[in-house]
């Protein structure tokens, strides 16, 4: 049961740093190779994130995406 849950701390830790690296570069270089890769691995991960978002916040129309800081918390 240890190994599990240090597995799982492992990946949290990994995709936490992948989100990072993901939002930093939609802001500085969104059209390169590693964002669209990065893109690849981070997105099936945000995906409920942005239903979530979208439900709660989506009549406020806000103009930057939330999902990333709800899948970090």
């Given amino acids: 049961m240890y190994y599990l849950f240090q597995t799982l701390s492992i990946f ?3 995709m936490n740093g ?3 690296i ?3 570069l939609s ?3 969104p059209r390169t190779q590693i964002y669209y890769l990065l893109g690849r691995f981070v997105e ?3 995906r409920p994130f942005r239903v979530l ?3 709660l916040l989506g009549r406020f ?6 999902s990333v ?5």
């Fill in 12 to 14: 949290l830790q990994v």
């Fill in 18 to 20: 992948a989100l990072f």
């Fill in 22 to 24: 993901y939002v930093i």
């Fill in 27 to 29: 802001w500085i270089a």
């Fill in 44 to 46: 099936p991960f945000l």
């Fill in 53 to 55: 978002t979208n439900r």
């Fill in 61 to 66: 129309a806000l103009p930057i995406d939330l």
């Fill in 69 to 73: 800081f709800f899948a970090i918390i």
